[in-house]
């Protein structure tokens, strides 16, 4: 067999064997086994993709009548199919190749390399053991065996402790709609979407409505607060629902943020606006109300769970212009 450079690259007798293949005096079976050998030349280079594709074509010759090359065939394809992570088409050539010849070790072993990969480790056990049947010596598979048991019990144990979590989330989840429902709060969506928002969020990043940590019965939103005559935004993570507008608001106009040059934005300076979608209008919120009694104000619909107000200057050319235009489109 030609050695295969270190470098990767593939020798003349590939190019030598693509010319021969094509021999026109070639019987289906001579061709396949050119290919078979042009393919084990890319494998030995590591080139596994091309290996599969002389492999397959191999497959396509009429060989029907020669078990013992499909099953070759076979096997060889799923060993390349392994290397580049093909897992599902590896095991499925490995149940071909023992189906043209039962005693084939190499792709019993194989198919059960794909199956613990995969995270089968019950039918990993079950391809050890019939390998076994026939080499019941055969250290790897006594090995991978051994190696299958272990990780089944370590997979099931996180299995188990995830399906406890996902069971926990689903009721947390659920939980905090009903006491949505509850209390009176409109949401723009359905239980399902809302559940499924929740799961999620339009933006991977962001905080979820959740439970107060000192009472179950009250909740922490995420909301947002828009100032459009600046182009800014701010985001509150948890806005406990008992809570005042005022308290965030002495904290986060203490100072001035960066954006205000002007210093025009300060905690008895701006107004917040909710819309209230049943009219079409922006409507004052006082500073010293709840998160709780703005969102079950008329017209507060919540949407994709997070909670949105407009805040604009009092008093200001911005802020008159503002409200008109909305009047106009609304």
Same mark, same amino acid.
């Given at each position: ?19 021969? $293949?094509?021999?026109? @005096?070639?019987?289906? !079976?001579? %061709? ?7 393919? #084990? =030349? ?116 996180? $299995?188990?402790?995830? @399906?406890?979590?996902? !069971?926990? %989330? ?7 709609? #009903? =006491? ?116 079950? $104000? ?33």
């Amino acid at each position: 067999m030609t050695k295969i450079p270190e470098n990767g690259e593939l020798p003349p007798a590939v190019e030598a064997i693509r010319q021969l $293949k094509w021999d026109p @005096e070639d019987t289906p !079976r001579e %061709k396949a086994i050119k290919l078979k050998d042009e393919g #084990n =030349l890319y494998f030995k280079a590591k080139k596994y993709s091309q290996a599969v594709v002389s492999y397959t074509m191999a497959l396509k010759e009429d060989i029907n009548d020669d078990e013992e090359l499909k099953s070759t065939l076979h096997q060889n394809r799923a060993a390349a199919h392994y290397y580049i992570k093909n897992y599902r088409s590896s095991l499925s050539d490995c149940i071909f190749a023992r189906k043209f010849n039962a005693k084939n070790i190499k792709p019993i072993y194989k198919g059960a390399e794909c199956c613990y990969e995969l995270k089968k480790f019950d039918d990993c056990i079950k391809w050890c053991d019939i390998g076994l049947i026939i080499d019941c010596d055969d250290v790897r598979l006594r090995n991978l065996r051994s190696k299958a048991q272990a990780d089944k019990k370590t997979h099931e144990k996180e $299995k188990r402790k995830k @399906e406890t979590m996902e !069971r926990k %989330k689903n009721q947390t989840f659920l939980t905090i709609w #009903n =006491l949505i429902k509850q209390k009176g709060i409109e949401v723009q969506e359905k239980e399902k979407d809302f559940l499924e928002l929740l799961d999620n969020p339009t933006n991977p990043q962001q905080k979820r409505i959740s439970i107060n940590s000192q009472n179950d019965k009250e909740l922490d939103w995420p909301v947002i607060f828009l100032y459009p005559e600046v182009g800014q935004t701010d985001f509150i993570e948890g806005f406990y629902e008992k809570s005042t507008f005022s308290e965030h608001l002495n904290i986060m106009f203490g100072q001035s943020p960066d954006w205000d040059s002007e210093k025009k934005y300060t905690p008895n300076s701006i107004q917040i606006y909710y819309e209230n979608r049943k009219r079409g209008k922006l409507m004052k919120i006082d500073h010293r109300i709840t998160l709780f009694e703005a969102l079950t $104000k008329e017209g507060m619909i919540v949407q994709l769970a997070t909670p949105s107000f407009i805040v604009l200057v009092k008093n200001s050319k911005f802020e008159k212009i503002y409200l008109e235009k909305f009047d106009q489109i609304n």
